[in-house]
């Protein structure tokens, strides 16, 4: 997959070197590139926001660099990427829409700051090229910056060969639209505390059954509103005793 990023901070995305992500890019499984919006600027200052049109607090980010930006990551003449911009005005992301992001070959995120970036960028573009707004939550953020870092590690680890065990991409949490059981190690007793009895039977089904249960719970007391989404189909005669 190829990934570009504009912001004004590049290096706000230094973290992409490390870890799983820094190795997906070190064996091409992405192929990854940060951008200074302001190299697409002409004045002295290299000036990338304005007042905003209608009043106001804060700023807007001017058009014109961002313009340049996508002309030069999206020509025309080529296949366009998808246009991935975090706001807190966009759809919530999901781990379905990681899904669908990690099936793209191209991605392109452009990363506000201040108030946003003047709309006619983002209607500009939609003509080209798939533009999709991003929200982590509700809550604001300064910019888009750590939302690609959140955007793009759940995205990396759903590439073919990111993940040494493609087993722990079934079995987490939201890979089935409840929350994950909680999970043990050794030693079996720890500070007094033991490791539940069914997770050491060898009973595989009791096991299965034991996860099943703790999973409904979990999603019921912590997020009843995935619990309420849940396809009814999703559950079984079982589950409706837990
Ligand atoms: Cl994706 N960006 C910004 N700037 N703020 C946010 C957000 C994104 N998600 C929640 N708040």
């Known amino acids: 997959m190829r990934v570009d990023i504009v912001s004004i901070f590049p290096e706000y995305l230094a973290p992409l070197d490390l870890s799983l992500i820094g190795r997906a890019r ?17 004045d002295v200052h290299r000036t990338v926001d304005d007042t905003p049109y209608g009043g106001g607090p804060g700023m807007v980010m001017r058009p014109e660099p961002w313009g340049e930006a996508l002309d030069a990551l999206a020509p025309a003449e080529v296949a366009p ?3 991935v911009v975090p706001a807190p005005t966009g759809a919530p992301f999901t781990q ?26 983002l209607d500009h573009a939609a ?43 079934a079995e987490e949490s939201h890979a089935h639209g409840l929350l994950e059981a ?40 912590r997020r009843p509103d995935l619990l309420a989404a849940l396809d009814p189909d999703r559950l079984d005669k079982r589950d409706a005793a837990a």
């Open 26 to 42: 070190a064996n091409g499984t992405l192929r990854l590139a940060v951008h200074d919006l302001r190299f697409w600027t002409h």
């Open 81 to 83: 990427p998808r246009l």
């Open 96 to 121: 379905a829409m990681a899904h669908e992001l990690a099936a793209e070959p191209h991605l392109l995120f452009a990363c506000g700051r201040y108030e946003g970036i003047d709309q006619r960028v």
């Open 127 to 169: 003509a080209r090229m798939p533009v999709t707004e991003v929200s982590l939550g509700d809550y604001v953020l300064f910019g888009g910056e750590v939302a690609v870092l959140v955007i793009l590690e759940a995205v990396t680890r759903l590439l073919p060969g990111v993940l040494g065990n493609a087993g722990s991409l």
């Open 182 to 221: 909680p999970m043990y190690t050794k030693p079996a007793t720890w500070r007094g505390l033991e490791v539940p009895e069914v997770l050491r039977s060898g009973d595989h089904g009791r096991i299965a059954r034991w996860r099943r249960d703790e999973a409904l719970i979990r999603t019921a007391t």
